[in-house]
């Protein structure tokens, strides 16, 4: 189905261990602006070059797709388009939109680039009302340059601080992968930065090396210690934290949902 329709999906592009049991639970991560992308980040296995030209159909064929599919969640991302004035916003917008025309009950979670920094790019996604806006920091602020050299980690966080500003209801969500160099310390840290831009949701998975010519892996976690950040994570507040050396971002997603909306309801009756 994605290749009749040109379509790619960051379950196959990102090589991604959970792909039969999200596809399973009527659950799929689309890929949007193509499959090419402006960066280079060191722990991607997405191609970087030169993108092709933009498809302006893209958003009604991924419509189809989930349709066709039956989701009951649907994640959309995209490569980084530095090459568009907007980074591809105005298209994941039209996506949101497509989606739900088609499949009113199916929740779209939206897993964006930074945009560089634009506030208007931004605003164009939030007003689009995705159930969940999903931007990763990746990793801990001391190996962010090494990690992912383009992005900042600042910057990732004054993102999700402004989606807040801009929806406050809507659910926010990151991720950290471990096992680049960071210190345990530092995972703590990015938590507290995290909540303190008002992040809702996050997950911690276990970085997997996609080839030789990508990062080293330099330390496997054990799933105790992924329990333990569990626990160290829902202490600081997250309405829901997915710990697990193959989760991945949209791991469980469909139930992140229901996570954050039952506490945003919680913290709404409490007031």
Not at 94 to 109: G, Q
Not at 165 to 174: A, F, G, R, Y
Request: proline share 4%; charged share 30%.
């Amino acid at each position: 189905m994605m290749r009749s329709k040109t379509l790619h999906t960051v379950c196959e592009e990102a090589r991604c261990p959970n792909i039969y049991e999200c596809w399973a639970n009527r659950t799929a991560t689309f890929m949007i602006l193509g499959d090419i992308c402006t960066r280079a980040c060191r722990f991607c296995a997405v191609n970087t070059g030169l993108p092709t030209e933009l498809d302006l159909q893209e958003p009604e064929r991924v419509a189809e797709a989930a349709e066709n599919m039956k989701l009951k969640h649907c994640v959309v991302t995209s490569v980084a388009r530095d090459d568009l004035k907007d980074g591809g916003a105005r298209i994941f917008a039209e996506t949101v939109a497509a989606i739900r025309k088609r499949l009113p009950l199916c929740s779209v979670e939206v897993l964006i680039p930074d945009f560089l920094g634009e506030r208007d790019s931004l605003e164009i996604v939030m007003n689009s009302k995705p159930d969940i806006l999903n931007h990763n920091i990746e990793t801990v602020e001391r190996m962010s340059d090494r990690v992912r050299a383009r992005a900042k980690y600042r910057r990732s966080l004054e993102l999700l601080g402004r989606a807040k500003e801009i929806k406050p209801d809507i659910p926010t969500k990151s991720s950290i992968m471990l096992g680049v160099g960071e210190e345990w310390d530092e995972i703590l840290q990015a938590m507290d930065d995290l909540r303190a831009v008002d992040c809702d949701i996050l997950t911690l998975g276990q970085y997997l090396q996609p080839s030789p010519k990508h990062l080293n892996v330099e330390r496997f976690y054990t799933p105790e210690e992924f329990a333990l950040l569990k626990e160290e994570g829902l202490k600081r507040g997250f309405s829901h934290v997915e710990s697990g050396p193959l989760v991945r971002s949209s791991y469980h997603a469909h139930e992140q949902v229901k996570s954050a909306t039952a506490a945003r309801e919680e913290r709404t009756v409490s007031l």
